[in-house]
């Protein structure tokens, strides 16, 4: 698995998701300004996060990854155990 140096503090691994980046959706902190963002991170394939794009904003990695329909989009192959 190769993260980015910049991105590696935010590495998780999960049996069920594998390996992971803790995040918040960039489309979350545009539509809910209010919500403490600590509240917002959730657990993202390293692989989607890559392939969308983000940045590190306040300490808080920051990704491109969509939300459709309440559900988070990405790949069944960015899922790596």
């Given at each position: 698995?190769?993260?980015p140096?910049?991105?590696?503090?935010?590495?998780?691994?999960?049996?069920?998701?594998?390996?992971?980046?803790?995040?918040?959706?960039?489309?979350?902190?545009?539509?809910?300004?209010?919500?403490?963002?600590?509240?917002?991170?959730?657990?993202?394939?390293?692989?989607?996060?890559?392939?969308?794009?983000?940045?590190i904003?306040?300490?808080?990695?920051?990704?491109?990854?969509?939300?459709?329909?309440?559900?988070?989009?990405?790949?069944?192959?960015?899922?790596?155990?």
């Amino acid at each position: 698995m190769n993260i980015p140096n910049d991105i590696s503090r935010y590495h998780v691994y999960t049996p069920d998701g594998g390996h992971e980046l803790q995040c918040i959706l960039e489309q979350d902190l545009m539509d809910l300004p209010d919500v403490d963002k600590e509240e917002m991170i959730c657990n993202i394939p390293v692989k989607a996060v890559i392939k969308a794009g983000y940045y590190i904003q306040d300490g808080y990695l920051i990704t491109k990854v969509p939300r459709v329909d309440g559900r988070i989009e990405y790949d069944s192959e960015d899922i790596e155990h």
